[in-house]
C-alpha cells in the first residue's frame, strides 16, 4: 500500500504493550526486547475484574506538577489522578472506554480542555470539560448519539476546522465527528463550569470502516495523519482531514513477535522535530519500535518489568496508553507516559495504571 511523504518534522513510531515478567500467558518476544520500570502507579480503580481501560493526560497551565491523568473505569465511568498516583476525582458517567483530551482554543481560559469518551452504556459519545483549575464536569445533557451498535474506541483531532473525535464500532465502522464547545450562560461566579453552563455538540462529518474489530486510534494534529489500530491485523494509518481520502495504508503488521493481537492503545509523544509512535501490543506485552517512515523499519523493543525497591510491580496485557512531552517535572524530566496495567500485583488488587518517565524510555532504548 501507499506510504506518505517525508516531512521536516518526521516522526518515529514505538510500539508498546506490557512486561513480559508480569504477563502469565505464554509469549514470544523480540530476542533484543530490553526492560525498565514505572516509577509512579495510581490507586486501583474502585471497580473489581476488567476495569481500568484507557488514560489521558491534562496539563496545567502554570505548573506541570499539578496536572493530571484522566482514566477510564469501564464499569463505572472516569477516574482523575495526580502525578503521585492519588485520586482526586470519581464521576460516574456510564461505562466509559476508551477517553481523549485536547485543549480548548481563546477566548476559552489557558488551560480549559474538553474530553471525550466512547459510552458503552449509551452508545454515545460522551463529552467532558477540565477547568483550569483541574475540575472535571460531565456535559451530561450533551450526549451524541452515534447510531453504533457498540461503541468501542476513541481518539480526538485537531485542525483549522475545530476539534474532531473519531469513534469506532466493534464491527469495524468509523464516524468522525466535529465538537463543538459553547457557553450558553457563562460560568459560575468562582470560575468554574458546570452543565448548566457548558453545552456541548457533534456534527458526522464522514464515515468508513476497517476490515475486522479496531479499538485504539491516534491523530497527528500537525501532519493530519490518523493512525488506527485494527486488533488482530496491526497499525494502519489514513488522513485525518474530513476532506480527504480515507483509503487505509499499512503501517506495520500483527507478526506474533513485534507486534501480536491484540493491537490495542496508541499516542504520539514528541521529541522537538522528532516524535514517537506509542501501540500496545497486548498479546506479547512487549514494546515494538519503528520508523514512521518509509520503509518503517523496526528498530527494538522494550518491555515494563516490577521494581521491588519502589514496589510497583510491571504491567501486562495493556489496554489504553497515553503520551505527554509537555509535562516536565522533577519526577518526569522529559516527558511522561502512562499505561493501563491488566494485572495489578504489588500488592495485588483492582487495575490501575503506571506512570513512566519518558527519560527512562530514551535511555533504555538509546533515542
Known sequence: ?????ATRNSLILVAVAVSAASCAKSTTLPSSA??????????PVLSTEDAADDPAIWVHPTDA????????????????????????????????????????????????????????TLNTLSLFIMSPMGELVWLSESEIETGLNEVYGLCLFSNSEGIQAFINDKDGRYQQWR?????????????????????GRGTLLREFAVSSQPE????????????????????????????????????????????????????IFTVGQAGYLIVSSQGNSTYALFDRMSPHA?????????????????????????ASSQIRTQRFPEGLVVVQDGTNTMPAGAQNFKLVSWQDIAKTLGL
Open 1 to 5: 500500500m501507499s506510504i506518505f511523504s
Open 34 to 43: 530490553k526492560s525498565l520500570a514505572a516509577i509512579v502507579e495510581t490507586e
Open 65 to 120: 506538577q499539578l496536572s493530571l491523568v484522566i482514566g477510564t473505569d469501564k464499569q463505572y465511568g472516569l477516574e482523575v489522578y495526580g502525578l503521585d498516583g492519588r485520586r482526586h476525582q470519581r464521576i460516574a458517567a456510564g461505562l466509559t472506554n476508551n477517553v481523549d483530551i485536547r485543549p480548548l482554543p481563546s477566548p476559552w481560559p489557558t488551560g480549559t480542555a474538553v474530553l471525550a469518551a466512547s459510552n458503552r
Open 179 to 199: 465538537i463543538d464547545i459553547v457557553l450558553r450562560q457563562g460560568v459560575r461566579e468562582n470560575g468554574r463550569f458546570d452543565d448548566s453552563t457548558v453545552l
Open 216 to 267: 485504539g486510534c491516534v491523530a497527528d494534529d500537525t501532519h493530519e495523519r490518523l493512525f488506527v489500530g485494527v486488533e488482530a491485523e496491526g497499525v494502519f494509518f489514513l488522513e485525518a482531514n474530513a476532506n480527504k481520502s480515507a483509503a487505509l495504508n499499512t503501517l506495520a503488521i500483527v507478526d506474533g513477535v513485534r507486534l501480536r493481537a491484540d493491537v490495542e492503545g496508541m499516542d
Open 298 to 322: 523496526y528498530i527494538d523493543s522494550f518491555t515494563l518489568a516490577d521494581d521491588a525497591t519502589l514496589g510497583i510491580d510491571g504491567t501486562s496485557d495493556t489496554d489504553g496508553l497515553a
